[in-house]
């Protein structure tokens, strides 16, 4: 049986000023560009989960049943989603905002960050780059995959951000050769290889789909969802082979949903870095094992490949919002609300979640969701 939930609103507020900007004043204007988006009032909204925000309610003038936070990284808007859809299953909300902001401001004002994961920083491997760096380059020696392949990802997302307003890759192209030439982060990870920070804020309010139904926009449904944890595959000496725990969140989302991968039309990945697509890409059965570099060096991910990726330009050319960043693509495209970046006849949307270490590194929560038009 598929969850009763949809998501019938949607607020991104990306300021593009060089400023920071306090987050729970971006949380706050999310909310409000989520509200006109589903044309319902602020008192409509009578549960609220967040990532961090839990102090916001007298500030964004809420008065809701309940107030969570969640946490675990870029799975955080899959858990997000559990919850609300918990909660609506129960009737202990109808109208659930779920809320999310990342800003540079000063501590205090909701920012976020972190730079180490777990007791490898004890020994000087910090951030990101540098975890994601050992899933590459055994990628790299077991297959054959090399920094081209790579950097074909980051030009096919690049050119899907061309004519998204509100991406960090925006009228500005990318080539191949822009790629190798740009500074080496961490081996073997050019600094083009890797997703940048920004402050932003990002409201989805979710309901029922018969509430969805009576609302402004096409309702987008949550069909499936599903968990898998990295921590297993640490155990069992596979965890850089892996890019997470992919296979049981992928089979309890599409079985929820009643498809295959077939049936996918567009795939949103959670991409922090370009190995990260590739990767996802091989796990979920688009391409075999080994091939996902060459699969998308021969534009497989583009409009009219097998199967578009990003296609709002990911977290590595669009905008940076943790898992919300595919979420909210998804919801786009099943709804025909892209605008520019519209493809045409999505009806099936895979979407992926990775994050909430587990101590270890690259120890990730992965999540799938499975997002449908209203049928």
């Given at each position: 049986m598929s969850p009763d939930v949809c998501v019938a609103g949607v607020g991104v507020v990306h300021p593009r000023d060089g400023r920071p900007h306090p987050a729970r004043?971006?949380?706050?204007q999310a909310l409000d560009v989520a509200l006109a988006d589903a044309g319902l009032p602020r008192t409509a909204v009578d549960?609220?989960?967040s990532m961090g925000g839990l102090e916001d309610l007298r500030f964004l003038g809420l008065t809701p049943s309940f107030n969570v936070g969640v946490q675990s990284g870029g799975a955080?808007?899959?858990?997000?989603?559990?919850?609300a859809a918990g909660a609506l299953?129960?009737?202990?909300?109808?109208?659930?905002?779920?809320?999310?902001?990342?800003?540079?401001?000063?501590?205090?004002?909701?920012?976020?960050?972190?730079?180490?994961?777990?007791?490898?920083?004890?020994?000087g491997m910090f951030g990101p780059p540098a975890s994601h760096a050992l899933h590459a380059r055994r990628h790299m020696a077991r297959y054959g995959t090399t920094s081209l392949h790579m950097a074909h990802v980051a030009v096919a997302q690049r050119e899907y951000a061309l004519n998204r307003p509100l991406?960090?890759?925006?009228?500005?192209?990318?080539?191949?050769e822009d790629h190798q030439a740009s500074r080496v982060i961490v081996d073997p990870f050019h600094l083009l290889?890797?997703?940048?920070?920004?402050?932003?804020?990002?409201?989805?309010?979710?309901?029922?789909?018969?509430?969805?139904?009576?609302?402004?926009?096409?309702?987008?449904?949550?069909?499936g969802i599903g968990f898998g944890h990295n921590i297993r595959n640490w155990f069992n000496g596979e965890v850089y082979d892996r890019h997470d725990d992919i296979e049981p969140a992928k089979e309890q989302a599409f079985r929820t949903a009643g498809i295959t991968i077939d049936d996918v039309d567009v795939a949103e990945l959670y991409d922090p870095h370009t190995i990260s697509v590739i990767m996802q890409l091989e796990h979920y059965g688009f391409c075999e094992p080994g091939e996902g570099g060459p699969f998308v060096a021969a534009?497989?991910?583009?409009?009219?490949?097998r199967i578009p990726t990003n296609t709002g330009g990911g977290h590595l050319s669009g905008w940076y919002a943790t898992g919300f960043t595919p979420l909210v693509e998804a919801v786009h495209q099943v709804r025909?609300?892209?605008?520019?970046?519209?493809?045409?006849?999505?009806?099936?949307?895979?979407?992926?979640?990775?994050?909430?270490?587990?101590?270890?590194?690259?120890?990730?929560?992965?999540?799938?969701m499975v997002l449908t038009g209203d049928r």
């Open positions: 004043l971006l949380r706050s549960g609220y989960i955080s808007a899959a858990m997000c989603l559990v919850t299953a129960m009737a202990n909300a109808s109208v659930i905002a779920v809320s999310y902001s990342n800003s540079r401001a000063p501590a205090g004002t909701g920012g976020t960050g972190a730079t180490a994961y777990g007791y490898p920083m004890l020994y991406a960090l890759g925006y009228q500005e192209p990318l080539t191949i290889d890797c997703c940048r920070d920004t402050d932003i804020a990002v409201t989805l309010l979710v309901t029922t789909t018969d509430r969805a139904r009576d609302l402004r926009q096409r309702p987008a449904r949550l069909a534009g497989e991910t583009r409009p009219t490949g025909g609300t892209a605008e520019a970046g519209q493809l045409p006849g999505v009806e099936v949307a895979l979407v992926s979640g990775h994050g909430g270490n587990a101590g270890v590194q690259n120890t990730w929560a992965h999540a799938t």
